[in-house]
């Protein structure tokens, strides 16, 4: 079982920077893939970043690509999304999860959720 609580959101201008944090409670969390998704209003949820349990790979969707790191410290147990030239379509709320092996970008492969963060990028 992992428990997950994302941090770090709030409101930035167009530009700016942000980073998330997503701590992690419960022992497999070093052998845990990990991605960061975001929903914004009315829409579905779409994957962000990923990687995998030692952070030797990592992936990212497209429109983030350049922008945005994900990284971890398996000994803080936590995950970070650093979030660079954040632009208005990256307001959403972003979502922590964990799944049990791999890497991937599809969220049912995930089997734990965070409650998520909000992230506003104001123009």
């Known amino acids: 079982q992992v428990q997950l609580v994302e941090s770090g959101g709030g409101l930035v201008q167009a530009g700016g920077s942000l980073r998330l944090s997503c701590a992690a409670s419960?022992?497999?969390?070093?052998?845990?893939?990990m991605g960061w998704f975001r929903q914004a209003p009315g829409k579905e949820r779409d994957f962000v970043a990923a990687i995998n349990w030692n952070g030797g790979s990592t992936f990212y969707a497209d429109s983030v690509k350049g922008r945005f790191t994900i990284a971890r410290d398996n000994a803080k147990n936590t995950v970070y999304l650093q979030m660079n030239s954040l632009k208005p379509e990256d307001t959403a709320i972003y979502y922590c999860?964990?799944?049990?092996?791999?890497?991937?970008?599809?969220?049912?492969?995930?089997?734990?959720w965070g409650q998520g963060t909000q992230v506003t990028v104001s123009s």
């Open positions: 999860a964990a799944r049990r092996n791999g890497i991937g970008r599809w969220s049912y492969e995930y089997d734990y």
């Open positions: 419960g022992r497999t969390f070093s052998s845990s893939g």
